[in-house]
C-alpha cells in the first residue's frame, strides 16, 4: 500500500471515531433552556450565599430531570423519579428536587424553604446538577438531580450532534 493511502485511511478512521464518540450520549449536544439556566443560577447563587462551592450543569443528569418534568407537567402530578437509581448510571450519591409553581423563582424560594430540599441543594458533596424544567399553563415543573461524580452517565438515549 501507498503511503498517501494509509494516511487517507488514518485520517478517516479518525474522524469516524470522533463523530462516533460525539454522537454516543457523550450529552455535548445536550441543549438546557433558558427555564433551566435560570434554576441552575439561582442554585448556584445559593450556594455562593452559603460559601458552598457550585454545581456544574451535567447533561446527563438533566436529560434524567427533563424526562421526569415533561412526565409531571403531562399527568399534573407532583413525584419523584421512579427508578432513578436506575436511570442515572455510575453514581456516587445522589438526590433529587422536584417542584411546581407559578415560576422558577418561586419554585427555588420553595426548595430554600423546605429542609430536606434545602439539604439537597447544599450538600457540599453534590458537584453536578441536572435541571428540568417545563411549563405547562400556569405552572412550571421543575426537577433538580444532584450528584457528586462527574458526568455519571443515563440509561436514556441522548441527543446526537
Known sequence: MSRLFVL???VVLALCLTAASAGAGGGSCYQHSKKDRALARKTNTARAKADVRKV????????????????MARKGSLYHTPSLGSLITGWRALAENVGYSSSVKSVHR???????HKANLLRASYR???????KKGAYVWAVAVF?????PGTTLSMPSC
Do not use: C, T, W, Y
Not at 59 to 66: D, K
Open 56 to 71: 456544574s450543569l451535567d447533561p446527563h443528569l438533566s436529560r434524567v430531570a427533563r424526562r421526569q418534568a415533561k412526565a
Open 128 to 134: 453536578h446538577l441536572g435541571i428540568g424544567v417545563q
Open 147 to 151: 450528584e457528586s461524580r462527574k458526568n
Open 110 to 116: 420553595a426548595f430554600m424553604s423546605s429542609p430536606l
Open 8 to 10: 487517507v485511511l488514518v
